[in-house]
């Protein structure tokens, strides 16, 4: 038999009285126990983009144009990844045909007498020239790089000691591409544990920040074996072969 309405509405007053045997002061403490938990979690909840956890590394870019009284001008870029090594990419142009070419980081940005006037190689730690992988080097040591039969230079390699921020940062100073080719400190005499024998300045950049490069600046990743081989094999012609 179903139960009468009567029955239904008895039940429910039963229900309410149940209730009605918690006190009014303990269901304020349980409902402001509840409304702070929720508020604490809200809270917690804001906090938790701010714990640094794993935060991608920021990169960092800077460009060098670079200009000369040779007839040899270009663009040089570089950038940073956190602590990882810095890729230097770009191109210079009208520099002598199939020839390795010194190019280093000098030590100031100042172009006020040309390149003359960025003085010596980046050298923070006080040490003798060498080439870019001797544990003796300049900070701005980077060795040779080749130019085409066309006297186009297509760089695109990493550097294990310049950086892009610190100490050892190499923005605000000079790129230079030198005349003659860097002896990497095996040439034997004084002047090439200096400068490497590399001869007269062919043209200079300051290296400025620069923003975040667009794709066809990026793109030279596929010459990158390319460059090392070629440099390597040239400077083992000339009898100072350091790497590889
Ligand atoms: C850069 O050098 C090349 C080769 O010497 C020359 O043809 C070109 O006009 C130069 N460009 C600038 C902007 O100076
Ligand atoms: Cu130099
Ligand atoms: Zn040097």
């Known amino acids: 038999m179903p139960p009468s309405p009567k029955t239904r509405s008895f039940d429910n007053l039963e229900h309410n009285d149940r209730h009605s045997k918690y006190s009014p002061l303990t269901k304020i403490v349980a409902g402001v126990t509840v409304l702070a938990t929720v508020l604490l979690l809200l809270y917690l909840y804001t906090?938790?983009?701010?714990?640094?956890?794993?935060?991608?590394?920021?990169?960092?870019?800077?460009?060098?144009?670079?200009?000369?009284?040779?007839?040899?001008?270009?663009?040089?870029?570089?950038?940073?990844?956190?602590?990882?090594?810095?890729?230097?990419?770009?191109?210079?142009?009208?520099?002598?045909?199939?020839?390795?070419?010194?190019?280093h980081i000098h030590e100031f940005g100042d172009l006020s007498d040309g390149c003359t006037s960025t003085g010596s190689h980046f050298n923070p730690t006080s040490q003798t020239h060498g080439g870019p992988s001797d544990l003796k080097r300049h900070v701005g040591d980077?060795?040779?790089?080749?130019?085409?039969?066309?006297?186009?230079?297509?760089?695109?390699?990493?550097?294990?000691?310049?950086?892009?921020?610190?100490?050892?940062?190499?923005?605000?100073?000079?790129?230079?591409?030198?005349?003659?080719?860097?002896?990497?400190?095996?040439?034997?005499?004084?002047?090439?544990?200096?400068?490497?024998?590399?001869?007269?300045?062919?043209?200079?950049?300051?290296?400025?920040n620069a923003p975040s490069p667009t794709l066809d600046k990026l793109m030279p990743l596929q010459v990158y074996p390319e460059h090392w081989r070629d440099i390597c094999r040239a400077e083992r012609e000339l009898g100072i072969s350091h790497l590889l």
Do not use: M
């Open 47 to 103: 906090l938790k983009p701010a714990t640094p956890t794993l935060q991608a590394p920021e990169w960092i870019y800077a460009t060098a144009v670079l200009r000369g009284d040779a007839g040899v001008n270009g663009t040089v870029y570089f950038r940073q990844s956190g602590l990882s090594k810095v890729r230097i990419t770009g191109k210079i142009l009208g520099v002598d045909k199939n020839s390795l070419r010194g190019f």
């Open 142 to 208: 980077l060795g040779n790089v080749k130019s085409d039969k066309h006297g186009v230079v297509h760089l695109d390699f990493e550097d294990n000691l310049i950086t892009l921020s610190g100490p050892w940062s190499i923005i605000g100073r000079a790129v230079v591409i030198h005349k003659g080719t860097d002896d990497l400190g095996r040439g034997g005499n004084d002047e090439s544990l200096k400068t490497g024998n590399a001869g007269g300045r062919a043209a200079c950049g300051v290296i400025g």
